[in-house]
């Protein structure tokens, strides 16, 4: 039996068991084959779902596939489920948007993270810029990247998933600037008055956000150096969080699968 199976196998096993559990488990899926699940699923399907030996659930691997399993052996020490099918994930957009968002405090940038993972982004990094205020060293850095990568597996498991976009590690906008070669550059500058009009799609975008103060003159004039197109969202003012929502709610709706 081939290991990845047909999407209609998807169909199939909600069919036939329900709603259940979505995890996320990066782990190789070969159907007929045991594996045990890592700490943190274990821990949430038997003691805070409290589910037993023979219930159903789905993994997906953050790589694009998906695995019906069924709990064989639930204990205080281990969860061991036996993958009965194999299938692709269907959740992922036809458009690729990397997204640059600036860092914001506090639950601004896991709200950022997760409405863009929901939104089919395809990946992000946050961006140090002249007028953010947030300034992330070391074993600090390593901690807070490792949450948001968390973030975006969470947000996945919720919105039907099966790839984990990647989170990158902070760096400064004119680096991440000089690293872009998606056709089509976007910036939100609310000054600018360019409401977006693109009709052709492209294959790839990259989505420029700026931090809660805006984007500072020097900044601007580095993404325009970058070729990247200012754009505004409308008359009102958008906090740094709501702006990618927007954004790519638009850009899903032009040229995803929105």
């Not at 003159?217 to 505004?232: G, H, K």
Request: hydrophobic residues 45%; glycine residues 8%; neutral net charge.
């Amino acid at each position: 039996m081939s290991n990845a199976l047909s999407a209609t196998h998807a169909a199939d096993w909600y069919a036939q068991h329900g709603k259940m559990p979505r995890l996320y488990v990066p782990a190789a899926f070969v159907t007929g084959s045991e594996l045990a699940l890592p700490e943190g699923p274990a821990r949430h399907v038997t003691r805070v779902l409290r589910m037993g030996e023979g219930a159903p659930l789905v993994l997906f691997d953050g790589q694009g596939l998906e695995a019906g399993v069924r709990l064989v052996d639930v204990s205080r020490k281990q969860a061991l489920a036996r993958v009965e099918a194999v299938w692709p994930g269907s959740g992922e957009s036809p458009l690729s948007v990397h997204l640059g968002q600036a860092i914001s405090k506090g639950d601004r940038m896991d709200y950022a993270i997760q409405k863009a993972v929901e939104l089919g982004v395809a990946a992000i990094t946050p961006l140090y810029t002249e007028r953010g205020d947030v300034r992330l060293k070391g074993d600090r850095e390593d901690k807070k990247l490792a949450h948001w990568q968390a973030v975006a597996a969470s947000a996945c498991e919720q919105s039907g998933r099966a790839v984990v976009p990647p989170v990158y590690p902070p760096m400064a906008l004119q680096a991440w600037l000089a690293e872009r070669r998606e056709p089509l550059r976007l910036m939100l500058h609310l000054a600018t008055g360019n409401a977006f009009d693109r009709q052709d799609r492209p294959a790839s975008v990259a989505l420029l956000i700026g931090p809660e103060g805006g984007l500072s003159e020097s900044d601007i004039a580095a993404a325009q150096t970058a070729t990247f197109t200012p754009l505004t969202l409308g008359p009102r003012v958008l906090r740094t969080e709501t702006a990618p929502i927007v954004a790519l709610s638009l850009l899903q709706h032009y040229f995803g699968d929105l």
